[in-house]
């Protein structure tokens, strides 16, 4: 089976390649192939891929090409996570969104809307060409903002493009384990919102909803990475433990100060920080392997770093530190190619699972996997509080894959305009102009 990586010189890619070295069952992946637009990210990737299956007999063979075509012709799965602008560009849509005082993370807020717009028209380029060139392929889509991208692609793709996220995933594992479940996978999480912006309500093990147990305990409830972040008080409050990110909204007079105070915003971290990984490892003397494990170290460990000081949370728990996606990634894969069906908690589209949201809209919710692709769970209808937040940010999402598709400037005020974390009409004008003129990929917006 032949596995491509769009954005295969991209860090985590070796995170990926790890899981299937660990997969010895039939069917599996024989052959990756990496593409990507930089040649020397892509000769640095392999050398550490290359140490990884150094002792692994079978290891998939790897490939590397900056040619998209080639890449994804005979492709069986195509893994998509590409970064539009590089570390580079993220930073520019941070340090654009904090001088005018609001947020600017990757994928939440003015740093998110800015991201998207210059991700979606290149997303969408490529579904196109996998509906031409790999009609059969299975995209599983990584790239952020995972459910804007995945809903764009989904117009061209349909249901053969699925989005992928660890951070549903990291936090049913946290829950389960303060709560002495020594199997997360006899566990089922009851979550459901948009990537990014969703709620864990409850967590049933034998049919039984252990959730209440622990939002009951304070001791226990701020035990872990959201009861920190969130303090236990807000937690009882909601009836739920959400998603991270969302301590960009409950908590955003905070975030954003936080970040502005920061000597570097999350984004110039990462881009130094990469530059040194892949100057050291395109030296032939120093091994690649070990070069990235010590960046993924430093980059696990300083994960959302802004947001637990500005809580008080402390440094990450260490059993926190191990990723996920590439699971999430491997076991879908798996499940649709060997038919091994399996409950994972996905991009997919809505169907008819969220009444407030029309069929295609993107939501990420647990999903039943097989051979046929994944299939949203029915779930209970959102509170109101939750609901209004996800009818706004996706009423964003609508206004941004319009801009993308028409060019037009007035949609791209309305998707910044329009989000809860900017306040202002005339703070979003600017953002648009000062995204324009940084952003060589959004000089579409500038025309119109």
Same mark, same amino acid.
């Given at each position: 089976?032949?596995?491509?990586?769009?954005?295969?010189?991209?860090?985590?890619?070796?995170? =990926?390649? +790890?899981?299937?070295?660990?997969?010895? $069952?039939? @069917? /599996?992946?024989?052959?990756? %192939? #990496?593409?990507? !637009? &930089?040649?020397?990210?892509?000769?640095?990737?392999?050398?550490?891929?290359?140490?990884?299956?150094?002792?692994?007999?079978?290891?998939?063979?790897?490939?590397?090409?900056?040619?998209?075509?080639?890449?994804?012709?005979?492709?069986?799965?195509?893994?998509?996570?590409?970064?539009?602008?590089?570390?580079?560009?993220?930073?520019?849509?941070?340090?654009?969104?904090?001088?005018?005082?609001?947020?600017?993370?990757?994928?939440?807020?003015?740093?998110?809307?800015?991201?998207?717009?210059?991700?979606?028209?290149?997303?969408?380029?490529?579904?196109?060409?996998?509906?031409?060139?790999?009609?059969?392929?299975?995209?599983?889509?990584?790239?952020?903002?995972?459910?804007?991208?995945?809903?764009?692609?989904?117009?061209?793709?349909?249901?053969? =493009?699925? +989005?992928?996220?660890?951070?549903?995933? $990291?936090? @049913? /594992?946290?829950?389960?384990? %303060? #709560?002495?479940? !020594? &199997?997360?996978?006899?566990?089922?999480?009851?979550?459901?919102?948009?990537?990014?912006?969703?709620?864990?309500?409850?967590?049933?093990?034998?049919?039984?909803?252990?959730?209440?147990?622990?939002?009951?305990?304070?001791?226990?409830?701020?035990?872990?990475?959201?009861?920190?972040?969130?303090?236990?008080?807000?937690?009882?409050?909601?009836?739920?433990?959400?998603?991270?990110?969302?301590?960009?909204?409950?908590?955003?007079?905070?975030?954003?100060?936080?970040?502005?105070?920061?000597?570097?915003?999350?984004?110039?971290?990462?881009?130094?920080?990469?530059?040194?990984?892949?100057?050291?490892?395109?030296?032939?003397?120093?091994?690649?392997?070990?070069?990235?494990?010590?960046?993924?170290?430093?980059?696990?460990?300083?994960?959302?770093?802004?947001?637990?000081?500005?809580?008080?949370?402390?440094?990450?728990?260490?059993?926190?530190?191990?990723?996920?996606?590439?699971?999430?990634?491997?076991?879908?894969?798996?499940?649709?190619?060997?038919?091994?069906?399996?409950?994972?908690?996905?991009?997919?589209?809505?169907?008819?699972?969220?009444?407030?949201?029309?069929?295609?809209?993107?939501?990420?919710?647990?999903?039943?996997?097989?051979?046929?692709?994944?299939?949203?769970?029915?779930?209970?209808?959102?509170?109101?509080?939750?609901?209004?937040?996800?009818?706004?940010?996706?009423?964003?999402?609508?206004?941004?894959?319009?801009?993308?598709?028409?060019?037009?400037?007035?949609?791209?005020?309305?998707?910044?305009?329009?989000?809860?974390?900017?306040?202002?009409?005339?703070?979003?004008?600017?953002?648009?102009?000062?995204?324009?003129?940084?952003?060589?990929?959004?000089?579409?917006?500038?025309?119109?």
């Amino acid at each position: 089976m032949r596995l491509t990586i769009l954005g295969g010189g991209g860090f985590r890619v070796p995170l =990926v390649y +790890g899981a299937l070295l660990g997969d010895r $069952g039939e @069917g /599996r992946v024989t052959e990756v %192939v #990496l593409q990507d !637009t &930089d040649a020397g990210r892509l000769r640095a990737v392999s050398r550490v891929l290359a140490e990884q299956a150094a002792d692994v007999p079978d290891a998939p063979a790897v490939t590397a090409t900056t040619d998209l075509d080639d890449a994804l012709r005979g492709a069986d799965f195509v893994f998509s996570a590409i970064r539009v602008g590089g570390l580079e560009g993220r930073a520019h849509d941070e340090r654009v969104a904090l001088a005018e005082g609001v947020l600017g993370q990757e994928t939440v807020g003015a740093g998110g809307i800015a991201y998207g717009l210059r991700t979606v028209p290149v997303a969408v380029d490529i579904a196109h060409r996998v509906a031409r060139l790999a009609p059969d392929a299975w995209v599983i889509n990584f790239t952020n903002p995972a459910g804007l991208v995945t809903e764009a692609m989904s117009r061209a793709l349909g249901d053969r =493009v699925i +989005g992928i996220c660890d951070s549903p995933v $990291g936090l @049913g /594992r946290r829950i389960a384990r %303060v #709560l002495g479940v !020594t &199997d997360p996978a006899e566990a089922w999480i009851d979550y459901v919102g948009l990537n990014h912006l969703g709620w864990v309500r409850g967590l049933r093990v034998r049919g039984r909803d252990e959730l209440p147990r622990l939002l009951a305990d304070p001791a226990l409830l701020g035990s872990f990475e959201e009861g920190k972040l969130f303090g236990p008080d807000w937690l009882r409050a909601l009836g739920a433990i959400p998603n991270e990110y969302l301590h960009y909204y409950y908590f955003n007079r905070e975030a954003v100060r936080a970040y502005q105070e920061a000597e570097r915003t999350r984004g110039a971290f990462l881009r130094d920080q990469q530059a040194r990984f892949y100057a050291e490892a395109g030296d032939p003397a120093v091994s690649a392997l070990a070069a990235w494990d010590r960046t993924r170290a430093e980059r696990e460990a300083t994960y959302m770093a802004e947001n637990r000081e500005a809580a008080g949370a402390g440094e990450r728990d260490a059993d926190d530190l191990s990723g996920g996606y590439e699971k999430v990634a491997l076991a879908l894969m798996r499940a649709i190619a060997r038919d091994e069906r399996t409950t994972l908690i996905l991009n997919v589209r809505n169907r008819s699972t969220l009444s407030v949201l029309d069929a295609d809209a993107v939501i990420e919710v647990p999903c039943l996997v097989d051979a046929n692709g994944a299939h949203p769970v029915a779930v209970d209808p959102l509170p109101g509080h939750a609901t209004g937040l996800v009818c706004s940010v996706k009423a964003v999402e609508r206004e941004v894959l319009s801009a993308a598709e028409t060019g037009s400037r007035a949609s791209a005020v309305k998707a910044f305009a329009l989000h809860p974390l900017v306040d202002s009409v005339t703070v979003a004008r600017r953002l648009v102009d000062a995204y324009t003129a940084v952003h060589p990929g959004l000089a579409y917006l500038a025309r119109s």
